[in-house]
């Protein structure tokens, strides 16, 4: 077989395929880079001696090759690294060059166009292999859309002018539809990919656009229809009020077909390569950034709810780095700061236990509401409701406190004793009493607010059982065994029944009725409740969420006291490690963690259980 290339410009490409027709021995012809399927119509010679390949980002044209279809997949590590040192002309078998060259690929996602760039950049001088990184962080744009720095492969094209062609070809497609239907696609797949660089470029979840737009009230769909820039067709409502996606999938499916975004396994979560996330958010002009944040930041906000089903945690859980993304690209323009959706995203901080995000939030919502509103506005209340609770969660009981007396004084006075909110009110102060240790204050008012729940709220309401979880938790610190067990049994079977048993409060009841086995000296029950909450909490929230390590340290303690005493404290160590890292060394519960490490590992003292070492 003979491999050649037509270079005289003199032949047609009509010629070329006649000549192939007539061509009596085998042959190949390969078209590289296809993107469309109007770029190689009409380009197949006649016959069955030769063979067709053509390569293509482009999924729509895998029916083209019916089965024989291989899937170029990213490179491996050491194939990456490889490629890397070959470009830079340096030294393939030294170590060091070796470790350090697989953190760039790494960096650079295994994009073998972006190893070689980068390679060809080190060799040029304009940096060296150690100090890349440094320089990438500071110049990636430039590195990226350069076509200088072409490397080893020879090929024409910079890494960004890759994708760039891509773009076009979308919009090309928008300015020649002939009709809006068929604009619909591209337009919906551009609009896209001016949103998603302000997202996480991992774990991109529809539903992130379907709830923003089932969550808006008339009055955001009318701000929405009345700014001619906002994407308001990606969240379009059908008459029976549910999300109309049609637009969002034409959309997802544009992108998808030129591989500028990738789909998982499960359909309905979306990825971008880091390179084509950071082109994507490179291309657009700074007046652009601050446009398209703004739109990001209003559609993540609208899709988060108040709401507490199993669903709805778990959602806010995925939504997380989302919003440490938009957070983070949000520099890089001049969003304004909206107090209602920015007191959502403190919400996502606060379930995720980290509580300084969270409390740098509320504390600019507080004080915009108090400018605004006024310090009596409800709202404004419920802002300092919650940065009292924030601080109580950092252990500055005092300060949470000294908010939650002030916000009960005023909402007494404006609402009324039995208003739901006044009752939530004094239901986080007695919380409060009870980390100081007031557990006769904080049993006067839970046990207050749980009589009025259960006769305004009913026995089975959330609140009510909340109301009731926490007036078992004080029974056993002021030692009242029998009766909190009684109330902690109660409250667990009918949260397992009524919430299910995964959910987040679901667990802090077998929690805490672990903990009332424990002072029972039923260590044998606390322990397999123990395990399976932090089992679960590991699973469902991470390792390092407070509630896992508030597992962990129970767990430890019951080990403990079963004289299992390597195990306790390799399981504290591990504990104390983690809080130390998330909470921080002058937290209570990383105080006690270490106190509870330094009794343990003193052979001459007698290790006792104390509720303030515990976590409830």
């Given amino acids: 077989m003979k491999i050649g290339t037509v270079s005289d410009e003199k032949i047609s490409l009509e010629a070329a395929l006649q000549n192939l027709e007539l061509y009596q021995g085998r042959w190949l012809l390969l078209f590289d880079g296809a993107d469309s399927l109007e770029e190689i119509s009409g380009l197949f010679p006649p016959g069955i001696r030769g063979d067709i390949v053509y390569t293509s980002r482009n999924r729509m044209l895998r029916r083209l090759a019916a089965s024989q279809i291989q899937h170029v997949s990213e490179m491996n590590h050491d194939e990456a690294s490889e490629l890397l040192l070959r470009s830079a002309g340096l030294n393939r078998s030294s170590e060091d060059y070796q470790e350090q060259a697989l953190t760039i690929v790494a960096e650079l996602g295994h994009l073998a166009l972006a190893i070689d760039q980068a390679g060809a950049y080190i060799a040029s001088g304009g940096c060296y292999l150690d100090d890349f990184l440094d320089v990438f962080d500071a110049h990636r744009q430039h590195l990226l859309e350069n076509e200088a720095y072409r490397g080893a492969s020879g090929t024409d094209r910079a890494v960004y002018a890759t994708w760039d062609l891509s773009y076009a070809a979308i919009d090309r497609r928008v300015n020649a539809a002939a009709n809006e239907e068929s604009r619909q696609g591209p337009q919906a797949a551009l609009q896209i990919l001016r949103i998603f660089p302000f997202f996480h470029n991992e774990g991109i979840m529809e539903d992130i656009f379907r709830f923003a737009a089932e969550n808006s009230d008339s009055q955001a769909e009318a ?48 990825f971008m390569h880091r390179l084509v996330h950071s082109w994507a958010c490179d291309r657009l002009t700074v007046a652009e950034k601050d446009r398209f944040c703004d739109q990001a930041r209003d559609i993540l906000q609208r899709s988060i709810t108040w709401r507490y089903e199993s669903s709805d945690y778990t959602f806010r859980r995925d939504l997380l780095s989302h919003i440490t993304t938009f957070q983070r690209r949000s520099n890089l323009s001049s969003v304004i700061f909206k107090d209602q959706g920015e ?88 919380l409060t009493y009870r980390a100081q240790g007031r557990w006769n204050e904080a049993e006067e008012l839970e046990v207050q607010v749980m009589e009025t729940r259960k006769r305004v709220l009913g026995e089975e309401h959330p609140r009510t059982l909340t109301s009731m979880n926490n007036l078992a938790s004080i029974y056993r610190d002021q030692g009242r065994s029998n009766e909190a067990e009684e109330l902690g049994v109660q409250v667990m079977e009918t949260r397992k029944r009524v919430l299910g048993e995964e959910h987040p409060v679901t667990l802090n009841s077998i929690n805490n009725l ?103």
């Fill in 223 to 270: 701000e929405c229809e009345a700014d001619d820039g906002y994407p308001w067709f990606l969240l379009r409502l059908r008459p029976d009020g549910k999300w109309e996606s049609q637009s969002f999938r034409q959309g997802l499916q544009t992108l998808l077909s030129y591989s500028l975004v990738g789909q998982e396994s499960s359909g309905r979560r979306f």
């Fill in 343 to 430: 007191a959502k995203f403190a919400l996502v901080f606060w379930e995720a236990g980290r509580w300084k995000e969270a409390e740098e939030l509320e504390v600019q919502v507080m004080e915009t509401r108090k400018r605004v509103l006024g310090e009596e506005h409800p709202r404004t209340l419920t802002s300092i409701n919650n940065l009292a609770s924030t601080s109580r969660a950092q252990g500055r009981w005092n300060e949470a406190e000294e908010l939650g007396v002030q916000v009960i004084e005023t909402r007494k006075r404006v609402l009324g004793e039995e208003h739901p909110v006044t009752l939530n009110s004094i239901n986080d102060l007695a």
């Fill in 514 to 616: 672990a903990l009332t086995y424990w002072n029972q000296g039923r260590w044998n029950e606390a322990e397999e409740l123990e395990v399976q909450v932090m089992e679960i909490r590991k699973r469902v929230l991470g390792e390092e969420h407070p509630d896992t390590l508030d597992s962990m340290n129970n767990l430890a303690f019951t080990l403990k006291s079963q004289s299992r005493n390597e195990e306790a404290i390799s399981l504290m160590k591990r504990c104390f490690k983690l809080r130390e890292q998330i909470l921080g060394l002058d937290h209570p519960r990383t105080k006690d963690s270490l106190k509870a490490l330094h009794k343990w590992e003193d052979e001459g003292h007698e290790i006792g259980y104390s509720e303030d070492e515990a976590s409830v």
